[in-house]
């Protein structure tokens, strides 16, 4: 498909065709984001690619600004961050979009996640597209990790104790990686100093991982609802005006749900101990991670053994590194799998189910409803997907995309 | 059999939507019972603001009460400015006002405060403060009302939630094995807290003329507080409205182009 986007452009502007003829950046933006041959039946789903995007740059923005007037210090950290809020001027704004940001670059980016799992974007080609995108989630869960310390309230700190603890599950060498991983024997000053520097680097390499998630798609196209790749130019419209238009609709929506939160409730997604300061002496009655973890967290403390629970918890992330080839069924789009159609919810019920565990202490029946929840996670792709793709008969696939959408318009 | 597959299926997805619905039901069931009673503040809602006039009374209760025991150390006294008062009220307010400072030649001295200093804290340093007070420094105020769930309306319950030993039921006696110079306040968690009841009626004189009542004092110093928690609120807010108009306008053209642009695949 990448090859077929035609003769190349000639620019009128003399300046643009001299430096288009020695680095063809131009071109390429032509090619990629204008004549790009895009399936002409996206639905709203497909949008979250580019809110994603968005709130990358977003991210990288506003945390630069936040940078320049934070100081990573034990002793100054938590009264660095109120000085933004307080004395800076449009701190307050800066730092609540940053803060507020991050809840909503996670949840744009879970309903990517899903979106693709439901209509089989993974599927071949897209295998490897698919994996940077695990890698990406990945680098933003780390990411957000180092990120929540850096206030160092209460839960910064005790969560750091808690996640970083988590490798001393691992036999024999696991006490010494983390008191490499904290640069001392405790969580300390130069803690919080490696998490802000990582904090300041992962982004840009989520930069490049999601450049190289975007040259993978770019290669075969999207996937589309109908999970069939396009047959001809009647299948297709060029990415700009009519994709570059719906996206930046959809992003609009988007910020207006997040500008929402971030004016009008900016602490409601965190946790009210954070505006503790961390004390190392005072252990919170109820340590939880950011919400965006709590099904992780879930996973983690389902399983009654330490180094059990750290590899389920990584397990769980895992699979998903395996799922193109977990999955056997050829059809790609659920909306022609008449069984897989139904369980794809069930597993997004299952994963609300489990971070409602997770923000739960880990008592009474929220244990075995936790234990319950891992259970089907795993067997939704290690049993399920393999064997489903052999028992299920999928319905016939339509002969091309313009001829579904075609008739959906007539009927 | 596709069938059979598909019900169980929706059988398993309505068994745990049900469970996650009864789970929240319990939970909320079983704290509402310390839940502190839900007021309602003049900051609520996307359109509220702080009362000046009660977050100035509130700067009195602080100053006359909590700040015998409790630092404000994340703000100045120019700070108080921003409650209506004018520069030269302010340094009214703060008159009497001792700081510590290095003199000259470097020895330590009090001078009377500015508008520039940060609030005086009781106790000169954390150790101080533990041991004033039974072997737990009594926290600092900047950040309280944020620094817990349902603040304003927790705080509040704190501060008029005391309940006298004599008035205690031989169960909750038992239950929290309080003795008679225990101090049990409902909303606290695990009931006993160190610190006495802080307000009473007519523990300070209102100018306004205000009736200083427990309940008044008590939402007054919360308004304080509020205002001292998220000093920016109000712009937040007035910024909030006019970014979200402008996105509604914004995405409503959006919508339109994209219309207009698609009007020949549809």
Partial sequence: MASSHGTPPVFNNKVISWIDHRLPIFSYMEKEYHHFPTPRNFNYFWNFGAIATVMLVLMIATGIVLATNYTPHTTMAFDSVERIMRDVPSGWLIRYLHMTGASFFFIAVYIHIFRGMYYGSYKSPRELLWILGVVILLLMMATAFMGYVLPWGQMSFWGATVITSLFTAIPVVGDSITTWLWGGFAIDNPTLNRFYALHYLLPFVIVGVVALHVVALHVHGSNNPLGIEPKGPQDTVPFHPYYTMKDGFGVTVFLIVYAGFAFFAPNYLGDAANYIPANPLVTPTHIVPEWYFLPFYAILRAIPDKLGGVIAMFGSIAVLFILPWLDTSRVRSATFRPIYKWFMPVLVIDVIMLGACGAHPPEGFWVPLAQVGTLYYFFHFLILLPVLGKIERPLPLPPSIADAVLKKKAG | ?266
């Avoid at chain 2, 059979?4 to 068994?15: E, G, K, P």
């Avoid at chain 2, 009673?37 to 603001?49: A, K, R, S």
């Avoid at chain 2, 009460?65 to 340094?91: F, G, W």
């Avoid at chain 2, 909030?240 to 642009?261: P, T």
């Fill in chain 2, 1 to 266: 059999m596709r069938r059979t597959i598909v019900s169980a299926a929706i059988a398993v997805a309505a068994l745990t939507a049900g469970a996650v619905a009864i789970a929240a039901e319990t939970v909320t069931a079983s704290e509402t019972e310390q839940d502190p009673p839900h007021l309602h503040w003049h900051f609520d809602g996307p359109f509220g603001t702080y009362d000046r006039a009660a977050a100035q009374r509130g700067y009195q209760v602080y100053a006359e009460v909590c700040s015998a025991c409790h630092s404000l150390q994340l703000l100045a006294y120019r700070n108080l400015m921003e409650l209506d008062l004018t520069e030269n009220q302010v340094k009214g307010l703060i008159k009497d006002i001792q700081v510590p400072d290095l003199s000259d030649d470097g020895q330590p001295i009090e001078r009377p405060a500015r508008l520039s200093d940060s609030f005086r804290k009781p106790f000169p340093n954390p150790a101080a403060a533990a041991a004033a007070n039974n072997g737990k420094a009594p926290p600092d105020l900047s950040v309280m009302i944020k620094a817990r769930e349902d603040g304003p309306n927790y705080v509040h319950g704190l501060l008029t939630g005391y309940v006298p030993f004599d008035k205690l039921t031989p169960e909750q006696i038992k239950e929290f094995s309080v003795v008679k110079d225990d101090n049990f306040n409902k909303y606290f968690p695990g009931h006993k807290i160190g610190m006495p009841p802080p307000l009473a009626d007519d523990k300070v004189q209102y100018a306004d003329g205000t009736k200083p009542t427990l309940d008044q004092e008590a939402s007054d110093v919360v308004q304080f507080l509020a205002w001292a928690s998220e000093p920016h609120m109000e712009d937040r807010k007035r910024t909030g409205v006019r970014v979200i108009l402008f996105l509604l306008a914004m995405a409503g053209l959006m919508y339109a182009v994209k219309r207009q642009v698609w009007s020949d695949k549809h």
